[in-house]
């Protein structure tokens, strides 16, 4: 019998080395977001959906707002509750929020909105805002430029098929758009970089869904070869990532 892999899942066995090796993402982010949502974090009411465990949470929190944190998954939700014992936690999926409707001055995905169903988390997200109210989507997305980092996707490739089809591509305005003519999505890309160990690289490259839902014997193999091929590209053993963050704003129109 075939088994088809979990990918969405996949991130609950390794939750505690996602929590410490994904990037977060840069001040301006946030930033941006309350720009382009055109209210501030400090004493929003927000929902941060497919939370994981808190990366993108954390400095929403920090910056005020009134954060309830939702993710469905066991692993992520248990790293989240034991790193943000302050923040209200509820199991649930962005298909089906367990809010009434008009809760929230903003909606929020870190790097999890293509985990969803978009026909139904956008209309979701829309049915728990306020009017006025801002639904905002992002991702962390590697630069793939740089000749190592060229040559490691090939490299992954040919061990892993599946890898470039799990990393994420998509611009969301477009399916936002799709979903509903009305809307009037918001775009706006920013640039960051960090310099991590060698081995932090290595360990962020395990969380993603196509490791992740291999077993051990399989994955740790490519992984350390992977560490081999990065040695001779970093002989000082540190790594820097370059990253264009993705962000979408989706305003839930006034009433009236």
Excluded: K
């Excluded at 979903?179 to 890309?189: F, G, H, M, N």
Aim: aromatic share 8%.
């Amino acid at each position: 019998m075939t088994t088809t892999p979990d990918f969405a899942g996949s991130f609950n066995a390794v939750a505690a080395q996602y929590a410490v090796a994904r990037p977060t993402y840069p001040p301006a982010l946030y930033d941006a977001v309350e720009e382009l949502a055109g209210r501030p974090f400090a004493g929003a009411a927000v929902a941060d959906v497919g939370a994981g465990t808190g990366i993108g949470t954390r400095p929403m929190h920090e910056r005020g707002a009134r954060v309830v944190a939702v993710e469905p998954g066991p692993g992520m939700a248990a790293e989240l509750r034991l790193r943000l014992p302050g923040v209200t936690l509820v199991r649930a999926s962005g298909d089906a929020l367990p809010f009434a409707p008009d809760t929230f001055d903003l909606v929020t995905y870190a790097q999890s909105w293509h985990w969803t169903t978009p026909a139904r988390s956008v209309p979701e997200a829309l049915r728990v805002l306020r009017p006025g109210g801002a639904l905002a989507l992002w991702w962390n997305v590697a630069d793939r430029t740089a000749p190592w980092a060229v040559a490691q996707l090939e490299r992954l490739e040919r061990r892993l098929p599946a890898y470039r089809r799990h990393s994420v591509t998509t611009l969301a305005p477009g399916l936002v758009r799709e979903i509903d003519p009305a809307l009037s999505p918001v775009y706006r890309e920013l640039t960051w970089s960090r310099t991590v160990p060698l081995t932090v690289h290595v360990a962020t490259l395990a969380t993603h869904s196509p490791f992740a839902v291999l077993p051990p014997e399989e994955s740790e193999p490519i992984l350390a070869d992977e560490a081999e091929a990065l040695a001779a590209d970093f002989p000082d053993g540190q790594v820097e990532e370059r990253y264009t963050v993705r962000l979408t704003i989706v305003e839930r129109p006034p009433i009236g």
